[in-house]
């Protein structure tokens, strides 16, 4: 009997004396198989292939099976896209995925966008999968990606194409983002899903091509394809997908268009709006995909990622219109990120006899038997022991401080929640509270940690409170 043939890039075909039967399963011998790539995939270029075989007596196929090389950016249809929002269908922004996050409730609520690049990967916007409260990153186990949506509604039951959930096997992000604190620099995530997504009409990647260092600034008036569920001037999210085309505008001419109180970070851009044609809370995480002509055919390649915004100079009201700046991650400043992560992760989906170490915020992973430091990112064998500490002035969440990896590890990871520094001075005397019960204020505490604050003996000042 010959194994099985199967692969995400391939389409297999068997056939038993003229019938046709499952190669996903052992078949006989006299089983002929033809191999074809699957959506989006094409043959390999110069080498050899075979997609004709046979299994033998020795239970064997007479050749092996080749692996598809992956394609990227093309889409079906070719109706143009609108100058202004307007609903649009998952097959003209087939890389466009939805970010879902479970609720106190339990149930999925749509939070983010999300692109495209691999059957496993997703790039989209660090905010969507970050916790103000505790400064890092929430548990993948809080979100869902779905390939394939129109309704902004998980639960909607009348979807036009095949919706295919996948679940998030780890979140790689820029070591320096931290929120709002830096003005959202390093606003990207890499997601890595555990299973892989198959390639059908309205489920395609965008290309990523990676240009010199010298070369990575976006200029303006570049025509780039942005798509999600945001607010529209309704003044209300979207509940079916939209898409509009925009013009991008450079780093210094976006500077120019905010309040001096506000600040654009240098990996960013921003983009021409005006009435009806911009993007809002809801968009985050969606990509910015430009039309790229090759020999005959244009390919989507994914250049920005939507990050925050700012209402612009002498604008009272503060939502998306014509007058709010959206800005875009530019995504040549993470080139790095986005490598090293498809790498590693590629080299454990190719390998299931071990782990890839997370890269979490504060968190550390060593050795239970060496004690050596584990670098984020670097691959472990498996039945590896390891175990988790924190990096100064943050706290482990959580009971368990040890985990194993038994091929895939066999808990979730926990987190570091970030303390808030001791407060000391001469003229002061402080008194923290956490839950109402008196905690010391001369190392640091947790969030929520509550401070009153009082001079000291010959100083004056009235008394006031702080939230931590």
């Excluded at 654009?264 to 790229?292: A, M, Q, R, W, Y």
Aim: glycine share 6%; hydrophobic share 35%; with cysteine.
């Amino acid at each position: 009997m010959c194994p099985p043939i199967v692969g995400h890039t391939i389409k297999v075909n068997c056939n038993f004396k003229g019938k046709g039967i499952s190669c996903d399963e052992y078949v006989e011998p006299g089983t002929t198989a033809k191999i074809t790539c699957a959506v989006m995939y094409e043959l390999p270029q110069n080498t050899l292939v075979h997609e004709d075989l046979i299994c033998q007596l020795d239970g064997n196929w007479d050749y092996s099976a080749f692996t598809c090389e992956q394609t990227c950016g093309t889409i079906e249809t070719k109706t143009a896209f609108s100058l202004k929002s307007q609903i649009t269908k998952i097959h003209k922004v087939p890389w466009h995925t939805a970010i879902y996050w479970k609720n106190e409730t339990g149930k999925f609520e749509q939070l983010c966008g999300g692109t495209i690049i691999y059957p496993n990967v997703i790039i989209s916007a660090a905010h969507c999968f970050w916790n103000t409260q505790t400064s890092s990153l929430n548990n993948e186990s809080d979100y869902i990606v779905a390939a394939g949506k129109f309704y902004r509604d998980f639960y909607a039951k009348n979807e036009p194409e095949n919706v295919q959930i996948r679940t998030i096997q780890q979140i790689n992000t820029a070591i320096q983002f931290s929120g709002s604190d830096y003005d959202y620099l390093g606003d990207i995530a890499v997601l890595l899903l555990h299973d892989h997504i198959e390639f059908k009409s309205h489920i395609r990647p965008a290309c990523v091509t990676w240009k010199n260092y010298n070369d990575r600034f976006i200029s303006s008036n570049v025509p780039g394809i942005v798509a999600g569920w945001g607010i529209t001037e309704s003044g209300a999210n979207s509940e079916e997908l939209r898409s509009v085309e925009l013009l991008s505008l450079d780093g210094e001419s976006c500077k120019l268009r905010v309040s001096k109180f506000n600040k654009i970070s240098n990996d960013k851009f921003c983009v021409e709006t005006s009435e009806g044609k911009n993007v809002c809370s809801g968009d985050s995480g969606g990509g910015f995909l430009v039309p790229v002509p090759i020999n005959g055919t244009i390919y989507y390649h994914l250049w920005g990622i939507v990050s925050n915004g700012f209402k612009n100079q002498n604008d009272n009201v503060h939502i998306c219109n014509s007058k709010f700046t959206t800005n875009f991650v530019n995504i040549q400043y993470y080139k790095d990120l986005v490598t090293q992560s498809v790498k590693n992760f590629s080299l454990v989906t190719h390998n299931n006899s071990g782990c890839l170490i997370p890269t979490k915020r504060y968190l550390i992973l060593t050795d239970s038997q060496s004690e050596t430091i584990l670098e984020p990112g670097t691959y472990i064998k498996s039945l590896t022991s390891v175990k988790y500490a924190c990096k100064e002035n943050a706290l482990l969440e959580g009971e368990s401080h040890t985990n194993l990896c038994d091929g895939n590890w066999v808990q979730p990871h926990p987190k570091c929640i970030k303390l808030c520094p001791p407060i000391k001075a001469f003229n002061m005397n402080v008194l923290c509270y956490k839950k109402r019960i008196g905690v010391s204020c001369n190392k640091p505490v947790q969030p929520g940690t509550v401070a009153k604050i009082s001079c000291a003996f010959i100083w004056y000042l009235e008394l006031f409170e702080i939230q931590m």
